[in-house]
C-alpha cells in the first residue's frame, strides 16, 4: 500500500496499533483478505507512529505477522 498522512501519520514507515501494541510496516502492508487494517487503526485513533521498527520495539510492540518477520504472536 502506501504510506499515510492521516490520523497521527506524517508520512512515517511504521504504524503501531495501540490497542494491539502490534507494529506495521506500511511499505509492505498486506491488504488482501483479513491483512494488515491499517486503515481501521487510523479511524480508531490507535495509530502511533515510529520512524524505525527498532523504536517500536523498544517501546513493547510486536510485528505484524503479514507484514513484517519476527512476530511473538
Do not use: W
Not at 2 to 20: A, I
Not at 37 to 43: F, T
Not at 54 to 73: E, F, I, V, W
Request: hydrophobic share 25%.
Amino acid at each position: 500500500m502506501t504510506r499515510r498522512h492521516s490520523g497521527n501519520m506524517n508520512g512515517e514507515r511504521f504504524l503501531g496499533n495501540r490497542s494491539k501494541k502490534e507494529v506495521h510496516d506500511l511499505d509492505n502492508e498486506q491488504t488482501a483478505g483479513n491483512g494488515c487494517q491499517v486503515d481501521e487503526v487510523i479511524r480508531a485513533g490507535n495509530d502511533v507512529p515510529f520512524n524505525s521498527l527498532a523504536s517500536a520495539k523498544q517501546q513493547g510492540y510486536d510485528p505484524c505477522d503479514k507484514c513484517l518477520p519476527g512476530s511473538r504472536r
